[in-house]
């Protein structure tokens, strides 16, 4: 297949005709059209290279040699279902475990990252007897219906009547180990253990989503849950986008008692695609490239200077509220107003389309849209962290000048800051920081738009 | 990667400790290591060559040249999600929609079968404002949880409460084109341009589940639907298991009005993995082969002369209730006695085993478990149909001598056949052929052993 079959233009007319509609595009207005990518950097039809900052997916950078290797090789010789025995899927799976607590031992191979947040509340419903879950505001899990129903990310755009009202006995507390869609949200530490607690005690359990955040990203531990400390161990871990660096495969990971409920049921489980060779292979190969390249010691050392250089620019520009960093998962956050916390929901897409007109993907998102969010490939080095900045850096000025936004509109920001993180009545830190302003997507036409990768 | 890793004994031990018991496995007393595969013969780690009549996801027979070829290219030169324009993903959704009826234009690439289906209920609630589903008896249409709920092949084993009580008002009729899970029943020719007739009245939409019997499989048409005759368009189509010849791919199909109303929900689809580039080129690969080999025309040969040699042994044993064929696409329902209809069950099992030290790999299903699947490769020939056939003629002669069973025990077969389909008080026809014992799974220990694939 050759690099390009139709002009722009045409792909776009087809596209149009032929996909449905709420498959969103990045750019609307002028969409990018990629022929081919390489670690940090994906090229578009007329040969210009973009520094990706937005493809988590392409986790040890596109089309890795190592892992198209593995894909193609095991392509060759065998692709089959889970059926039959064979030496990927439990030599994966041994694999994976050795990189989480021992009572985690458990896995189920699926396809996506949606099919495991479902498939961990298949497990959760079994196991606890009851079918309500927790989950955290704007949080988003996946796409299938279920996911929707404890999604309001995507559910608050939904009508009062349909979106589920009841919260009762609770099954399950689900969340991101750090908040992605929600805004690059970090959770305090021991949260989680807190959490964990009560939910358990109500029966239920812990599912952490690593769906985004996994697999190293964050620089200090290899899974984001982690961060929590020692002592806190999931019941169900979910892991998706990075595993196969773009091969569409994921895993549940549970515990012994978890999974033995879960059989108890007399439901077999079987998915047709999860868990096949290839899969298997490209996911062991995606872990090989990982440990060979030290490639989560990179996302530490690069994520490390990239928070630096990003809280230089908070220093600088009135307009970055507040830099949410852990490793390759930055999130800047953009308003208009220090005091108000108003999100500059306007001006993140701005800075967006001007950082892709100098070739420098990035995305917006949180519930006001306003969060830019950077998870690049793990090989991303400081020169790209650079590049990134200094652009940046040039495009908030400009912004800043054109709004007549000067440094000194700021009060004392370090008070502020402290006002951020209320805790209700429960002892339930809200995560949102200065993404709550309270205002519902609803006010905003805008927000419908989201865009998230 | 070398073939094999670690010795058989090991391989099953680590599958205990870290795959989900759920997950089932064949043969489970004896289970098979594939380590390579290729047409329709799988190979296990002492080389054994074994005829593979299961696989119909290995559809353009196993690890297919140019379609590891046309994977493998695209991994090397770009993966990434759908929100970036690409040309494979408009090309192969041009290429679908060229084998379907004009009005189903618009295409929504997934990972799964399961995937598929339930984004094709969310399209049916979105477009109709209802959630009711009707589903046919013994249906399978996925692992997802909303897919569990409407797949009584699965949902029969929950206890009373669990299961969905509530029949209102109607957003959907779903129904494999042909029965496959359910035992291989085939619906009588404008059968569904009644049910949709009834169902669009209710406001409801008709899916057709395609993921099992469509792409040629069928022999006389490319999608199992289009047997229905040339009026007849699903308003939804799901698509899945060949579609990538074992890639983790799957799409849906639907018209303009109703991808147009889910737009308006003002919900984004994304799914990550959904229509890569790889799945697209893969895709593309696979509908190249079929036609390059003529492969939907050897499923009608090839399924003729096989449906002639099951006829024959029909005649010939009183253990063969019925013969169910279209293309590659074959059951044989094995009955203890023609009279009273039982389920041959243990006999059924007992074929698969027997089949199997002989190198042949067959799998059995039905509500009973008592029809033997056939759904090959797409490249499978008259000679591996002899040798099939002549194998299973020989056990079926051997278990009806240890039983006792001669054919004159067997009185009025034809009189018997036209009690088959009964037709209840809305019109609408029982399918399920013989596999209606009235006997539900949880009276039978076995089936909830049943082993799909
Ligand atoms: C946190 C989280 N969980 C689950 C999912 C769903 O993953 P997938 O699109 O692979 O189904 C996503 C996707 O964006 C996600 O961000
Ligand atoms: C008719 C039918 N629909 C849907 C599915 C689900 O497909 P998947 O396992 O790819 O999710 C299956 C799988 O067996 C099936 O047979």
Redesign the pocket.
Same mark, same amino acid.
Do not use: I, L, R, S
């Given at each position: 297949m050759s690099a390009e079959t139709f002009v722009k233009g045409k792909t776009i007319e087809l596209r149009k005709k032929h996909i449905g509609p709420s498959c969103k595009i990045f750019f609307s207005h002028d969409p990018i059209k990629i022929v081919k990518a390489k670690g940090q950097y994906m090229y578009d039809e007329k040969g210009r290279r973009y520094l990706d900052c937005i493809n988590n997916v392409a986790h040890v950078g596109h089309c890795h040699p190592d892992v198209v290797k593995a894909g193609a090789q095991q392509m060759e010789l065998l692709n089959t279902n889970s059926r039959f025995l064979h030496d990927n899927l439990v030599l994966y799976a041994q694999r994976l475990q050795a990189t989480l607590p021992d009572k985690l031992s458990v896995c189920y191979f699926v *396809?996506s990252g949606s099919e495991a947040n479902d498939l961990a509340l298949r497990l959760a419903w079994q196991y606890s007897g009851h079918k309500d879950v927790i989950t955290l505001e704007n949080a988003y899990h996946g796409h299938v219906s279920s996911l929707i129903a404890i999604s309001p990310y995507k559910f608050i755009q939904l009508s009062d009547t349909e979106q589920i009202q009841s919260v009762h006995v609770i099954a399950a507390f689900i969340a991101e180990s750090l908040q992605s869609c929600g805004g690059q949200v970090i959770p305090p530490p021991g949260y989680f253990q807190q959490v964990a607690q009560h939910v358990r005690q109500a029966g239920g359990v812990f599912i952490a989503d690593e769906v985004q955040v996994g697999f190293g990203r964050v620089g200090t531990h290899f899974w984001a849950f982690q961060l929590q400390g020692e002592d806190f161990v999931p019941d169900i871990v979910t892991m998706g986008k990075p595993i196969g660096n773009g091969h569409p495969m994921s895993c549940v990971v549970t515990t012994k008692e978890v999974a033995e409920s879960f059989m108890a049921s007399g439901i077999e489980y079987? *998915?047709?695609?999860?868990g096949n060779p290839v899969s298997c292979a490209i996911g062991m190969a995606v872990l090989d490239v990982l440990e060979k390249e030290d490639l989560q010691g990179n996302a530490l050392r690069v994520g490390r200077y990239l928070t630096g250089l990003l809280e230089e620019q908070k220093e600088k520009h009135p307009l970055v509220g507040d830099i949410r960093c852990q490793g390759l998962f930055a999130g800047v956050e953009l308003v208009k107003d220090r005091l108000k916390l108003t999100p500059a929901t306007a001006e993140a897409q701005e800075v967006i389309y001007r950082l892709k007109e100098q070739c420098i993907l990035l995305s917006a998102d949180g519930p006001h849209r306003n969060v830019l969010k950077l998870k690049p490939p793990m090989c991303f080095t400081k020169e790209d962290a650079d590049l990134l900045v200094g652009k940046l850096d040039h495009i908030l000025t400009e912004l800043e000048e054109a709004l007549g936004l000067k440094f000194h509109n700021a009060l004392s920001v370090e008070n502020e800051s402290s006002k951020r993180k209320p805790t209700d009545e429960n002892g339930r830190q809200h995560l949102g920081g200065l993404a709550h302003g309270g205002g519902s997507s609803q006010e905003d036409p805008q927000i419908a738009k989201r865009i998230r990768s």
């Open positions: *396809n079987f *998915n047709t695609f999860g």
